[in-house]
């Protein structure tokens, strides 16, 4: 979760070429980069980011050996259910043309694997920053969610500092503070609004239910 909290989305500069492609280029942690190796990448798969570019990381997934990077959105092309809405709907035997849509901004990013060969270690986010450095460089690169958060009221910004929800903050606000729940639920309350509860916490532990109603939090309940 931390991880995730605090180096999911942060702008690094990339010192090396980043290759393209879905597979992703894998390097072994703790070890010299392979100059050839990222060549043939670069050659096979294209360029990703340019050494000297500024890069964001969008995803990471965890791997028993294995920490993948997504960068700028990653090289894979996602499913568009509204591209396909009207693809299978006519008037008569006359097929309605499903909307031009595009979205060239997707798949154009780039994918690091950092290999542990072994089980992935327990690691803080600068020690992930750290075995990214042969490839990114956070150093000179402020932080995106310090950037996102500077623009935030001064009790929802305090809120996530303390790693705490608080009434009126939206999705994107507690997943910054306090990441991923662990479970969602969703019901309507007696007045028929569709609610939502993220939990984190998995009882008999403590527990924090925060209940949305659309975007917004309308409720934060803790059980110790």
Do not use: C
């Amino acid at each position: 979760m931390l991880l995730t909290r605090y180096v999911g989305g942060e702008f690094a500069k990339a010192i090396q070429p980043i290759p393209g492609g879905k597979k992703g280029f894998k390097y072994p942690v703790g070890k010299p980069l392979d100059p050839q190796s990222l060549r043939d990448a670069v050659r096979l798969w294209g360029t990703a980011a340019n050494a000297g570019d500024t890069v964001q990381i969008t995803k990471l997934e965890f791997r028993p050996s294995a920490i993948l990077v997504e960068i700028n959105g990653g090289a894979k092309k996602h499913f568009h259910l509204r591209d396909h809405l009207q693809g299978g709907i006519g008037m008569g035997n006359a097929q309605v043309a499903p909307p031009q849509t595009s979205h060239p901004n997707e798949g154009i990013g780039g994918l690091l694997i950092l290999e542990y060969g072994r089980a992935v270690p327990d690691m803080s986010p600068d020690d992930l920053k750290n075995d990214l450095a042969l490839m990114l460089d956070f150093s000179k690169e402020r932080s995106a969610a310090v950037n996102w958060t500077d623009t935030l009221p001064k009790q929802y910004q305090e809120a996530i500092k303390d790693h705490r929800a608080v009434v009126g903050m939206d999705h994107e606000m507690v997943l910054a503070a306090m990441g991923r729940p662990d479970k969602k639920v969703r019901e309507r309350d007696p007045d028929g609004n569709e609610t939502e509860d993220w939990i984190y916490g998995v009882p008999p532990a403590p527990t924090t239910f925060v209940t949305f109603i659309g975007d917004t939090v309308i409720r934060v309940k803790q059980f110790d």
